[in-house]
């Protein structure tokens, strides 16, 4: 397994500008697909508004520049003021992955 | 920061058996929360069956444990047969965490 990294972002969602929100999600989905050393990106938000993103990265070098990229920023900033209630994040190395298919 | 551990277990259901499925569910969460070495879980899943739970542990060990422990794999067993379609797991260590409350 080549060593890789994880984002694990989980949030609470306020229950304000619910379009706003998802147009902005969709736009960061779209610019962290190009951000250098992206792997994929998983994303599930149950009814209650409670949120669990998990991005992989090839570096915590890929990982730190999508911080830091400036409309990734500005997201982060609306986040704060207006969409999450809570938010956690962890940054992990992946140690051992396995899958299953039907 | 304590070096703790996350289990990434990311799945889209099947249409079956969704009552079985949210109780045997339930038992395992609450299963989990009484192994050695649980520190917490957070899981949502969307509309379309999407779902991602993650797991937070001590230890390396006490994943193993939880991963061996029987009624867990009797639930293991029930997924791969009747509820998952497709499942991911990946087992990481925690290099930094951080969070917002509003």
């Keep these: ?9 989980t ?6 500008d619910g379009e706003g929100y998802a ?17 994929r990106i998983e994303s599930a938000r149950n009814t209650e508004g ?14 730190q520049a999508w911080k830091e990229n400036s409309k990734h920023l500005v997201a982060q ?9 809570q938010y956690n994040v962890e940054i992990c190395k992946v140690i051992k992955d396995y899958s299953f298919i039907m």
């Design 11 to 16: 949030s609470q969602r306020t229950d304000e």
């Design 77 to 85: 900033q609306f986040g704060k003021e207006k969409w999450y209630k």
């Design 1 to 9: 397994m080549e060593t890789y990294y994880a984002v694990i972002f």
């Design 50 to 63: 409670k949120g669990i993103t998990v991005s992989y990265w090839e570096s915590l070098e890929a990982i």
């Design 23 to 39: 147009k902005m999600a969709e736009v960061m989905d779209e610019l962290a697909q190009k951000q250098p050393g992206f792997l």
